[in-house]
């Protein structure tokens, strides 16, 4: 376990958006270190959308604040950043200003020849400036595939950023194969999930959403709801296929891609859409669920992400069916733990199949195990331990 160290985290998410490995990581690992938390740069130039205008504000709001204190030894800072990567005079104005700020919050906490640990490429420029002991850069998706993403800038900030980090942490098999042609140390941690946070699903699901549910099986999804990741016909016919059944899905429409239309699932009578839910609530409404799915598009993004969900899913006890992507091959042949599909039609029959077979006692325990293995405190530890090697 990584124990001692002072750490500065340029993050994927603010600290708090929906979690994902940032949060869940730098949260456990503030146990025995200290964290400067830096809210999410910014990747893509802000569109006109309702959400961006929003986030916009939200990070004008975030620049003027103090820093935040979450816990001893966590605290949380929002840097002046223009997320218009393209172009280099920006990014040498984004590096004064972030590097004013971070510093600054750095001192105030005492910190000496910190960690550098980046979950975004746009970070590479403050390589070298923080007197870190060591660079990790922790890559959880292909960000040049991002909608609206300045692909070309982030590609080269990427190659660099992995040329210089002492450690490059990845979470789905893509990931690694494209980053081993150029980190100098790759270590792959797939993500995971925190198992007894889903397993034991302490406190209830609102009474407004088993209202709604009316004693319906339940199809169901939760994460982000985003166009270019979320197969968004897919889930049309979903809900058209099983129209005596609930089709929920928890999660924010857009998150990363403002031109996310889901006016027609809104307008389908099964389909429940609760936006976010807090995760502490989350494993309730999970266990609602008789089928639990991931409708993934196949394209250049999906095939280098591994979703937190598959695991979180599967912590729960609960039948799982997914698209047939690369991070998931080990499961072809595992369909008690998994059902694979390549298309619309074989996704929908995996989900009949999944309705009318939930699993005996043997096969949930099987999931719960499954789960147990891709526990969170167990990667930690073995983060911490590739980690240490290279300080």
């Not at 600290?15 to 146990?31: G, I, K, P």
């Not at 910014?42 to 309702?50: A, K, Y």
């Not at 429409?253 to 807090?278: C, F, S």
């Not at 999906?302 to 598959?310: D, I, L, N, Y």
Request: net charge positive; charged share 25%; with cysteine.
């Amino acid at each position: 376990m990584l124990k001692g160290k002072d750490i500065i985290c340029v993050a994927s998410a603010d600290w708090d958006a929906m979690w994902v490995n940032a949060q869940h990581l730098m949260h456990r690992l503030s146990v025995d270190n200290r964290i400067c938390y830096i809210n999410n740069p910014g990747l893509r130039p802000p569109g006109n959308s309702g959400a961006d205008l929003s986030k916009i504000f939200r990070r004008l709001r975030g620049w003027f604040q103090k820093p935040r204190r979450i816990n001893g030894n966590l605290t949380v800072i929002s840097p002046i950043s223009i997320p218009l990567h393209g172009f280099a005079v920006i990014r040498r104005l984004n590096r004064f200003l972030m590097l004013r700020r971070i510093r600054s919050a750095a001192r105030a906490m005492g910190m000496e020849k910190p960690i550098l640990w980046v979950f975004l490429p746009t970070a590479v420029d403050l390589i070298g400036a923080l007197e870190e002991s060591a660079v990790i850069y922790q890559c959880v998706d292909d960000y040049s595939a991002n909608p609206m993403a300045p692909a070309a800038a982030i590609r080269e900030m990427e190659q660099k950023i992995e040329a210089r980090a002492d450690l490059v942490i990845v979470t789905s098999p893509a990931l690694r194969d494209a980053k081993s042609k150029t980190a100098k140390r790759l270590y792959y941690s797939p993500n995971t999930a925190d198992a007894a946070h889903f397993r034991d699903a302490a406190g209830s699901p609102p009474k407004e959403l088993t209202d709604k549910i009316a004693g319906r099986k339940v199809i169901g999804y939760a994460g982000n709801i985003s166009a270019y990741k979320t197969d968004m016909g897919l889930l049309e016919k979903i809900a058209d296929a099983f129209s005596d059944c609930a089709l929920v899905l928890v999660g924010p429409v857009g998150w990363g891609d403002p031109g996310t239309q889901a006016e027609i699932l809104k307008r389908k009578a099964n389909v429940i859409m609760t936006g976010r839910v807090d995760y502490a609530k989350l494993p309730p409404v999970m266990k609602l669920f008789d089928a639990c799915i991931l409708p993934m598009n196949d394209n250049e993004s999906t095939r280098s992400s591994f979703p937190m969900k598959f695991y979180e899913y599967m912590a729960c006890g609960k039948p799982v069916v997914a698209r047939d992507l690369p991070s998931f091959s080990e499961y072809r042949d595992r369909p008690r733990l998994c059902r694979l599909a390549k298309t619309h039609e074989s996704f929908i029959k995996c989900i009949e199949d999944a309705l009318n077979d939930p699993g005996s006692e043997d096969v949930i325990a099987e999931r719960l195990a499954e789960a147990a293995g891709h526990d969170w405190q167990k990667r930690v530890e073995d983060i911490g331990k590739e980690v240490s090697a290279v300080i």
